[in-house]
């Protein structure tokens, strides 16, 4: 297993970006080029949402996310933000959906990056991350599983973790606290299907956190960077990755409770996405430990 984890190995992630994932439209309908991650922050807040035929979810997100963030900036006008939608290749009206707000609020407020072809949600976030503007970057899901205001919770947990060392600390949202309440409500075998990915994630990659899949995290802008340029899962346990990179990188990582509500509509199939999460974790370990991958930074062109 060692040796096909190893033989099989992309070394370097993919980092390219298609010609037409270097523009964005404006509310104007004009193109404008994407900034970098690498360029100096001009937001307090960059939010990332990765987006997959998410005509039906993602306005519900929208509605609270932005209701939230306007009344923040009217209290306290220094707060800056930006929205980043990232619409991966879908198939329905996702981008039509998200154009409607950046229409509503400004392209300078909220931003539609369409990417040619399906990425997964993991190369979905990092396209938004690379193309962000914050001081911090939160990743939020698309469905508004959890309460947007829950964010001065992750923040909280940020500003519990300075100093940062080179700048750089995250803030996991978590429903672990929940995780009694689920298991009433789940079947035996999803249950069991929950308690080996959690156990396989603990013995291969991440010990300290107990919830690593909620879709709720607030990186510092270097964090950020370190982190997703040496990512290399694109799919469901991209977050495991993110975490065991951090680790490594010995990247302060705090773990805050947050609401969180199941809404119907997800993309993820219980078992053979698990199957596929579960051999992924076991390849990141693998490839990590025989030097397939490297902590390595680069710049996405």
Known sequence: ICLIAHVTARRMPTLHRHEEEKFFVNADGRKESVPSIHDPPT?????????????????????????????????????TYEVIVVDDGSKDQT???????????????????SLVKNRGKGGAVRMGVFSSRGKKILMADADGATKFADIEKVEEGLKNLQPWPNQMAISCGSRAHLEKDSIAKRSYFRTLLMY???FLVWFLCVKEIRDTQCGFKLLTREAASRTFSTLHIERWAFDVELLYIAQRLRIPIAEV???????????????????????????????????????????CN
């Not at 979810?57 to 932005?66: G, I, S, W």
């Not at 154009?99 to 609020?105: F, G, L, P």
């Open 43 to 79: 937001r307090e807040l960059s939010i990332v949402v990765p987006s997959y035929n998410e005509e039906d979810r993602l306005p519900l997100m929208m509605d609270e996310a932005l209701d939230y963030l306007e009344k923040r900036q009217k209290r306290d006008p220094s707060f």
């Open 257 to 299: 409770a947050v609401n969180w509500t199941e809404i119907e509509g997800s993309k993820l199939v219980p078992f053979w996405s698990w199957l596929q999460m579960g051999r992924d974790l076991l390849f990141i370990r693998l490839r990590y430990m025989t030097g397939a991958w490297q902590l390595e930074t680069r710049k």
């Open 95 to 113: 981008t039509k959906v998200a154009m409607k707000y950046c229409k509503k609020y400004g392209s300078d407020k909220v931003r539609v990056l």
């Open 196 to 198: 080996g990915f959690h």
